[in-house]
């Protein structure tokens, strides 16, 4: 029989989905479709964007949960994802930087994906899972060789330029009237769903990883077509948060790599980078659709959890800043949305949650014991949306944002229902350098740094007790 066919999926991660009944037959175990996308903050139609069209993520929302307040614990893509797949805090794996390996420091860790493999899943990534530099794929979470899931953003192009050597970076953008398979998340999609087709008896864990929006936004010519670049809503102001500490912000790196210099640029060049992300993520959203359409022909949309997930969020010139690497609400922010059979459908939770309460919460969707975590299972979030699970979020980043050796200061930054608060500590001496505290009720935005007024004195020393208890 073939090795994959119509049996019980159940989990898919997408950057998003989540919760399943356990109330199957315990002989009938459900499977596990594991989605992500990378470098996607919030700008979704489902989370209120009202430019950016995702309609496939958007029906997905509508069949399951959507989390409006979910957190990555690290806005860069080795400590998010590896934080996420171990269930384990940055600091307790020690991965700060787009190199380090977590085996390193906790070899005894098990992943989400391992935990399913212990338990006689059989468990595979196609895409960007574990971080995709150097040997970081972790070969004892899945039962076969990862595809499509290594290699840099730069090799992606696809038009060539004579003379220029494989993975140069030449621009941050690329429009080519051009199949979707051309680019590497379309070779992904259909990778994937050839998988689904021929899923046989034994139980999967199918782990999905888009690359897409990440740097350089490419895209077929298609997905482009669908913005009016002139339409575009973007931000009244590209300014830093007043009273903001210098070392809260950084500069832009990762943009400038690509050619752009972040700090001058113009109107349009400010829209087409926005264009550029927009269209990468329609396009990613169409590889969505993909899946969810092969599910829905081979019968698996009836035993499938669906997760979707991004690994952190994204700055498009807001506080002055592109891309990633603070603690600010736009990188630490991301879309999470789970759709799971026996749930209710069309929710959306206000709940305070973590990427690293995915790895209780799919144990506990499948019936499973729940490995070593520091996350919170969501269960009884997807059954009742007005739950809670915890009282705040926490994210991290250091500084430098990409250093050598090791860190000189570390920001950890705590979100509650209203308010965000970060220290950034010395990390040697651990002493409290500079602070930050911005009131959503007042300031969504996060360009008012109110650590100084009056207002907020009693409420700083409790906020600075709960985190400094969080992170011991």
């Not at 903050?41 to 309609?55: A, F, I, R």
């Not at 006689?120 to 794929?137: A, E």
């Not at 997905?223 to 948060?241: H, I, K, M, N, V």
């Not at 969810?292 to 952190?312: A, M, P, R, Y």
Request: hydrophobic letters at 35%; aromatic letters at 10%.
């Amino acid at each position: 029989m073939s090795r994959f066919n119509a049996r019980p999926l159940l989990f898919i991660f997408l950057l998003g989905w989540g919760g399943l009944n356990c109330s199957a037959d315990a002989e009938e175990k459900l499977n596990v479709l594991f989605v992500a996308a990378d470098d996607l903050n919030c700008s979704l139609g489902c989370y209120g964007n009202e430019d950016v069209q995702t309609p496939n993520l958007d029906r997905l929302a509508k069949q399951g949960t959507l989390f409006n307040k979910a957190y990555c614990q690290q806005a860069v893509c080795n400590p998010s994802r590896a934080s996420l797949l171990t269930g384990l805090r940055p600091d307790k794996i020690r991965v700060w930087d787009l190199r380090a390996d977590f085996r390193d420091a906790v070899p005894e860790a098990v992943t989400l994906p391992q935990h399913f493999k212990r338990h006689g899943y059989y468990t595979r990534c196609i895409g960007k899972m574990f971080h995709n530099m150097g040997n970081l794929d972790d070969e004892p979470s899945w039962s076969v060789p990862s595809m499509l899931n290594a290699g840099r953003h730069s090799d992606t192009y696809a038009l060539t330029k004579p003379g220029l050597k494989p993975g140069t970076k030449r621009g941050a953008f690329e429009r080519a009237d051009l199949p979707d398979e051309t680019y590497r998340d379309g070779k992904i999609a259909d990778l994937a769903c050839d998988q689904l087709r021929e899923i046989g008896d034994q139980p999967f864990f199918l782990a999905v990883g888009f690359w897409r929006p990440h740097l350089p936004f490419l895209a077929p010519k298609k997905y482009w077509d669908l913005y009016e670049r002139d339409d575009l809503q973007l931000p009244d102001q590209f300014a830093s948060p007043a009273s903001v500490p210098e070392i809260a912000l950084h500069d832009s790196r990762e943009l400038k790599s690509y050619g752009p210099d972040p700090q001058n640029l113009s109107e349009a060049e400010r829209r087409e980078l926005w264009h550029g992300y927009y269209a990468s993520i329609s396009y990613m959203d169409a590889q969505v659709g993909k899946l969810l359409e092969t599910l829905k022909e081979t019968g698996l949309d009836k035993t499938t959890v669906v997760v979707f997930w991004s690994d952190h969020g994204f700055h498009l010139g807001q506080h002055s800043l592109w891309c990633k690497t603070s603690c600010f609400e736009l990188d630490a922010r991301v879309p999470l949305i789970i759709s799971a059979p026996g749930f209710k459908k069309g929710q959306v939770s206000d709940a305070l949650v973590e990427l690293v309460d995915l790895s209780p919460t799919l144990a506990d969707l499948c019936g499973l014991a729940s490995p070593e975590s520091d996350g919170k299972s969501l269960t009884s979030i997807l059954q009742d949306q007005s739950a809670k699970v915890k009282d705040y979020a926490i994210t991290q980043h250091p500084r430098p944002a990409y250093y050598k050796g090791k860190p000189e200061v570390m920001g950890y930054s705590m979100r509650t229902e209203n308010l965000r608060y970060t220290e950034w500590r010395n990390w040697e001496t651990g002493d409290v350098i500079a602070k930050e505290l911005y009131d959503h009720r007042r300031d969504p935005q996060e360009m008012h740094n109110v650590v100084a007024s009056d207002r907020y004195q009693a409420q700083l020393e409790e906020l600075s007790q709960m985190l400094s208890s969080a992170i011991k």
